[in-house]
């Protein structure tokens, strides 16, 4: 239901794709250091989805964008499918979250870090 780049092949018909978000997560990652100098770069590990009550809410919003969808068509609106993996409206929660984790697992955050580097002498 996103598209992947600008070079996808409807670029030039236009696109129309629902954006679903998950603005309160659950899941946390982690950020620690690579060395002590520091320049160096950090290592982070965002965890996405690795809470388990994050799919909840992102199931629901599917299921919404799905039965929007399924409106559309059946009002004359000529949607052409761009990605075939798109589940079923009614389909199981396994499904579902599976194409939840696929390829269209991003963030929309602004990372903030807000931490003590190295050690306090």
Same mark, same amino acid.
């Given at each position: 239901?996103?598209?992947?780049?600008?070079?996808?092949?409807?670029?030039?018909?236009?696109?129309?794709?629902?954006?679903?978000?998950?603005?309160?997560?659950?899941?946390?990652?982690?950020?620690?250091?690579?060395?002590?100098?520091?320049?160096?770069?950090?290592?982070?590990?965002?965890?996405?989805?690795?809470?388990? /009550?994050?799919?909840?809410?992102?199931?629901?919003?599917? %299921? *919404?964008? !799905?039965? $929007?969808? #399924? /409106?559309?068509?059946?009002?004359?609106?000529?949607?052409? %499918? *761009?990605? !075939?993996? $798109?589940? #079923?409206?009614?389909?199981?929660?396994?499904?579902?979250?599976?194409?939840?984790?696929?390829?269209?697992?991003?963030?929309?955050?602004?990372?903030?870090?807000?931490?003590?580097?190295?050690?306090?002498?």
């Amino acid at each position: 239901m996103t598209y992947d780049s600008p070079e996808h092949p409807a670029k030039s018909r236009g696109i129309f794709s629902f954006l679903n978000v998950l603005l309160h997560s659950k899941s946390r990652g982690t950020v620690r250091l690579h060395s002590s100098d520091p320049s160096d770069s950090l290592i982070t590990d965002p965890k996405y989805l690795s809470n388990p /009550n994050d799919y909840a809410p992102l199931r629901s919003s599917l %299921e *919404l964008t !799905l039965r $929007i969808r #399924e /409106n559309m068509v059946e009002q004359g609106y000529p949607l052409i %499918e *761009l990605d !075939l993996d $798109i589940p #079923e409206p009614g389909e199981d929660d396994a499904s579902l979250d599976r194409f939840i984790s696929g390829k269209r697992n991003r963030t929309t955050y602004h990372y903030f870090l807000d931490m003590s580097n190295g050690s306090r002498q």
